[in-house]
């Protein structure tokens, strides 16, 4: 089967926005769709890809009474992983409504901003809370942060510029009700 969006995972998180494609290393991931993710056998992968031939799991038959698409869904609107979930739910509904090619569309402006973040203002300490943040907040908003950001770190070393972005982003998230951090599942007591 051809691959045709590589970038946007099976369940239709931005694998663009995932810390590990942003690693040095063997830990880097390439997104779901590559071939060594494809060969690992991630049940997503064994069931859209090699079982049902789709690309999406949304695109499938059985979408909608699919009980590990359903529980995986469930578990994103709580829990992250390694990598943010927050949105999983709105790509999907987003994709659904305007396609699959807008959606790429906003997902690589969302990267050209997060690789300024990692770039320009990465104090080696930096690289998820701004994934989390290229892939919470809204376009405008990353701009807008990442603009004044500029102007107010002219002139500093690494550090300080990290510093500002972090505030900016945080006040920003702040103010609309975001969570700029992995969620992490409640442990039962017992």
Request: aromatic share 8%; with cysteine.
């Amino acid at each position: 089967m051809k691959i045709q969006y590589p970038e946007i995972g099976i369940c239709c998180l931005s694998c663009r926005l995932c810390p590990q494609l942003y690693t040095d290393g063997q830990s880097r991931c390439g997104g779901c769709k590559t071939e060594t993710r494809i060969s690992v056998g991630c049940p997503f992968i064994t069931c859209a890809l090699k079982r049902k031939g789709v690309e999406f799991c949304w695109e499938c038959d059985e979408s909608e009474t699919c009980e590990k698409w359903k529980k995986h869904r469930e578990a994103g609107k709580k829990a992250d992983s390694f990598t943010c979930y927050q949105k999983l739910e709105d790509n999907i509904c987003f994709i659904r409504k305007n396609g699959i090619d807008i959606f790429q569309t906003l997902q690589k402006t969302r990267e050209d901003l997060l690789r300024i973040m990692l770039n320009e203002f990465n104090d080696g300490r930096s690289k998820s809370f701004y994934c989390i943040a290229a892939t919470i907040l809204e376009i405008a908003e990353l701009e807008d942060v990442l603009a004044q950001a500029n102007n107010e770190s002219t002139g500093m070393d690494m550090k300080g510029k990290a510093r500002i972005l972090h505030a900016l982003l945080e006040e920003t998230g702040k103010q609309q009700g975001y969570c700029l951090k992995l969620r992490r599942k409640e442990r039962s007591k017992g």
